[in-house]
């Protein structure tokens, strides 16, 4: 499983996984142990408080996935930085976001063939869960996405 969650970031160890109902939930954390301000780019170690943030990845063996990060929020040790604390973030989600890129690519992809309705439909027992609207404002923000 260390090995699958590696593929999202280099950084993310595995703690645990459970399987309830069609949804797998993986545990991580992150490994760094210090990260560059947003604002000002000095390095922290320094950490504020944890909390859990939760997102959907790609299936797994027709399991919905669910992924469940122990993130950091960090204080920023520059004096002279506006940021007093920052969370850490990584490349594969958005910073607000609940799904990963690479799962936002493969609704956009369905979704390209069928009516919102039906990818929304199709999507839902097979891949993640989601709604005809947020299909709309996926493919509204990505209208420059190519069918390859």
Not at 37 to 64: A, T
């Amino acid at each position: 499983m260390d090995e699958i969650i590696k593929m999202l970031d280099e950084c993310l160890d595995y703690i645990s996984h459970e399987v309830i109902d069609d949804t797998l939930y993986i545990n991580v954390k992150s490994n760094k142990e210090s990260l560059p301000c947003p604002k000002c780019g000095v390095e922290s170690s320094k950490v504020h408080s944890r909390y859990k943030k939760s997102f959907q990845d790609l299936p797994i063996q027709g399991k919905k996935v669910v992924i469940v990060l122990k993130n950091k929020n960090m204080f920023c040790t520059n004096p002279k930085c506006k940021k007093y604390t920052f969370s850490e973030s990584f490349d594969f989600i958005d910073p607000k976001g609940k799904k990963t890129k690479r799962l936002i690519e493969e609704i956009i992809r369905v979704s390209l063939t069928q009516s919102s309705v039906s990818a929304a439909k199709y999507l839902s027992d097979t891949t993640v869960d989601i709604k005809k609207s947020s299909i709309c404002n996926y493919l509204k923000k990505n209208s420059s996405f190519k069918q390859e």
